[in-house]
């Protein structure tokens, strides 16, 4: 089995001290004072409705017995089942799968999709694992969040170190359990398995699109632009090779291995050869520091979350940032790149190509109705432009950040459904 090449070796680093939970409360009450009288629901927001954890005992290939920690997290069901991915990585915890989640059902509401938000992980390194250890922890794991998902409760997806032999594997767990073929309970899945075409590449897809959305905006053109580009697994290897064949040049790209700096351009294509081999950009660790420091136009974000912090903000050379990642931007760096005129595209537009299609498949497989790629591009493209055009004009209506009037228009769709539910019992 071949692991994307954002499993780790070298960690991304931030000193700042802050946990993904505690960016997403500041950027919850950043937005409480513009809902009005939904503000009475606001606490709804900030308790996630249920956290499972789960051990995961296996027998590993030379006969020991691991046990592994997992976590299912789903923070928000007034709009639909919960939507989100599942990470296999070193760092996962209970905080960060909760803000996680969090972000995914602010998100999923953004979007205007039927979805809540949820996330899942599991503490462990898999490049670690052999295929077959590998597959008896994801089949345990499974077994044990079965009790919370479903096609109709809680639909997982692919994240950092997954991928859609693991999605299959989840499949095939539930659905031996539930004595039916249950297609609908992942997506992310093998095409051949209900799957849908343009999956692997939507998030960068929709990193892409909203970029060249936002960069018209300011009137930059991405021939030429110099673009920077944080993260070299599935998402942002796609926008890297979407933007390059725009036109513009690829300066810098870093990955858990190194960072590689090229002022004439690197050569996507190789890169993302490296990528479907599972290796890394061929950078050198001693570049990591000064990946923040290179002159370009458009920064993507597509490692993990807490990336870009106050000293980051302050020297960073982009005119635009595109969060492919969720919450790598903390608060305090926001603020520095509102006064300082760089414009954020924010993660829960920016990279929500993912959760789009994953709709789309979702909806595919309920109908056993499978659309041509083109069609799920055109479809992704338009609901993407369509979800930015309503935040910019919300935004420049009430002169608020692009984040937080996504978080705004977000937060009301939610809340308004609480509100209309009512409370059980």
Sequence with gaps: MTIEASAPRLSYTTTSGSSPWATYLAQIDRVTPYIGRLGRWVET?????????????????????????GFRVQHNLSRGPGKGGVRFHPSVTLEETMALAAWMTIKTAAMDLPFGGAKGGIRVDPQKLSRHELEKLTRRYTSEIAIVIGPQRDIPAPDVNTNAQVMAWMMDTFSMRAGFTATGVVTGKPVHLGGSLGRVKATGRGVYVTGREAAQRLGLNLEGARVAV????????AAAELFAVAGAKIVA????????????????????????????????????????DVPCDILILAALESQLTADR????KAKLVLEGANGPTLTVADDILAD?????????????????????????????????????????????????????LYAD?????????????????????????GLYP
């Design 230 to 237: 944080q993260g070299f697994g599935n998402v942002g290897s």
């Design 45 to 69: 927001l900030k308790h996630p409705k249920r956290a499972l954890i789960v051990d995961i005992p296996i027998e590993m290939d030379d006969g020991t017995v691991r046990h592994f920690e």
């Design 313 to 316: 903000a302050r020297r960073i």
């Design 253 to 292: 790209v870093q990955d858990q291995w190194g960072t590689l700096i090229d002022d004439e351009g690197v050569a996507v294509d190789a890169l993302l050869q490296r990528h479907v081999a599972g290796e890394g950009v061929g950078g050198t660790p001693e570049n990591n520091d000064a990946f923040w």
């Design 340 to 392: 300082r005129g760089v414009l954020i595209v924010p993660d829960i537009i920016c990279n929500a190509g993912g959760v789009t299609v994953s709709y789309f498949e979702w909806v595919q497989d309920f109908s056993n109705f499978f659309w041509k790629e083109s069609e799920i591009n055109a479809r992704l493209d338009t609901l993407l432009v369509e979800a930015l055009r309503k935040v910019w």
């Design 397 to 421: 209506k009430n002169g608020l950040s692009l984040r937080t009037a996504a978080y705004v228009l977000a937060c009301e769709r939610i809340l308004t459904a609480r509100e209309e539910r």
